[in-house]
């Protein structure tokens, strides 16, 4: 009997939203060209939502007697589904987003993280969002609203321990951050006072004790973290050079030492879900492993942020090693791309080249190849200083006419099926 007085109730709202006659708030939401209009009810939307209660507050009555908001930031479509959960009662909004847009909550991240980190509800959403920023950390240090995210949101952030990323990155934009919560500090810090680094101390003195300054190389500590040595406690800067000069046992120091990051990976482009993803189809399984169920042991070979960028340097450090994954990340896209080849680099054999799934990216694509006799394209001694490995006619490899990457950053991979000559498809 209470089942279906609910849904009669639910009906009913359902019903009233599509009613015209009554309404007293209109609510405009998208940017120009997509800009769609909505009619509501001041006293659902106040009851149903503390947001819209704390919005109708702000806004004035016009002569008849309508309160118009305005949400330019907001798609029609997204809003419909949000205003149809306030007047339905029934609809289960977060299951909505999350398996149906999935895509659009990792490219609002930002605006939807600061609505819900502070409530007591939307646990679901909490916890979609909690993964991104484990696995994919990058998409939110490095986005350009970054420096706009709350102190208690970044503190909860600083405070896990599976963040896939290398600690030295996180104490980067921890700086960022603080910098950018003082815009009166001058540009360049070598420039800065006593004073200067005093207020940056000020500001993030919830977020540093969080760093795990005995998990940041030597050579990161001297280039990196000495130029703001002032912002960080004495006993503390003498514990960290004590220890990466004289490698002295961490548990005579006074400052609390907190452990590794419990995900600190091997890689900082692929995570464990792409390493299982990898792992299956390397064993031509149909369903993919679990994180928890990967049958190889992957190890670092070359990392280009710590080896370099020359072409050379994949040679002298990979060629002859058999059973490798290159792995690369795209600049600006993030875009992950890469190939698996079985056999040393010198021998042609089956292998496969890849796209991976990351924050912006849903899905993955793997690409094996069909013609065995030019799956990888072998470099001689001489253009070894320009290209690292070429899969097939160019369906996917590197090229520097400069001999470092960093410079011209030219990856190849072929958009167009015609030109996928001796694999599958493009990636």
């Known amino acids: 009997m209470t089942f279906k007085f609910f849904e009669k109730l639910s009906q009913d709202f359902s019903e009233l939203l599509n009613d015209k006659k009554e309404y007293n708030v209109v609510i405009e939401v998208d940017k120009e060209g997509n800009k769609k209009s909505f009619t509501a009810h001041s006293v659902v939307l106040r009851y149903r939502s503390s947001y819209f209660d704390k919005e109708l507050e702000n806004v004035t009555t016009n002569k008849n007697h ?5 949400k330019p930031n907001i798609s029609a479509q997204i809003f419909e589904v949000i205003l149809n959960y306030v007047y339905e009662l029934s609809i289960k909004l977060e299951s909505y987003l999350i398996e149906s847009k999935a895509s659009w909550l990792r490219a609002h991240f930002f605006l939807i993280y600061h609505s819900i980190f502070d409530s007591n509800d939307f646990e679901s959403l909490k916890n979609f969002y909690n993964d991104i920023i484990a696995k994919y950390p990058n998409l939110i240090f490095e986005s350009g609203d970054f420096t706009s995210l709350q102190e208690t949101a970044l503190i909860s952030i600083l405070k896990r321990d599976d963040l896939n990323i290398e600690e030295i990155k996180i104490w980067d934009y921890v700086i960022k951050w603080g910098i950018a919560q003082n815009p009166t500090l001058p540009t360049n810090s070598e420039e800065w006072t006593n004073e200067n680094f005093e207020a940056l101390k000020i500001i993030l003195q919830q977020c540093l004790p969080l760093i795990r300054y005995f998990h940041i190389s030597s050579e990161d500590i001297w280039e990196k973290v000495k130029s703001y040595e002032k912002i960080l406690e004495k006993q503390l800067w003498d514990d960290m050079i004590q220890h990466h000069m004289f490698q002295i046992n961490l548990t005579i120091f006074s400052a609390p030492e907190l452990p590794p990051r419990a995900n600190e990976q091997f890689s900082t482009i692929i995570n464990k879900e792409h390493v299982a993803e990898l792992s299956s189809w390397i064993d031509r399984k149909s369903t993919t492993y679990s994180s928890e169920n990967i049958p190889y042991e992957f190890q670092l070979i070359l990392r280009g942020s710590k080896d370099g960028f020359n072409p050379k340097t994949f040679w002298n450090m990979c060629n002859g090693h058999a059973v490798t994954i290159v792995a690369v990340k795209v600049a600006e896209t993030d875009e992950i791309v890469g190939g698996y080849n079985p056999l040393a680099w010198e021998i042609q054999q089956v292998v496969f080249i890849f796209s991976l ?41 590197m090229k520097s006419n400069f001999s470092d990457f960093t410079q011209d950053k030219q990856c190849i991979c072929r958009c167009d099926p015609k030109y996928c000559i001796f694999y599958e498809k493009p990636i």
Do not use: H, M
């Open 357 to 397: 799934k990351n924050g912006n990216i849903q899905n993955s694509i793997l690409n094996r190849v069909k013609d065995d006799r030019r799956a990888l394209y072998y470099r001689n001694y001489n253009d070894q200083n320009i290209y690292r490995p070429t899969f097939g006619a160019g369906e996917f490899g």
């Open 66 to 70: 309508v309160k118009t908001i305005i």
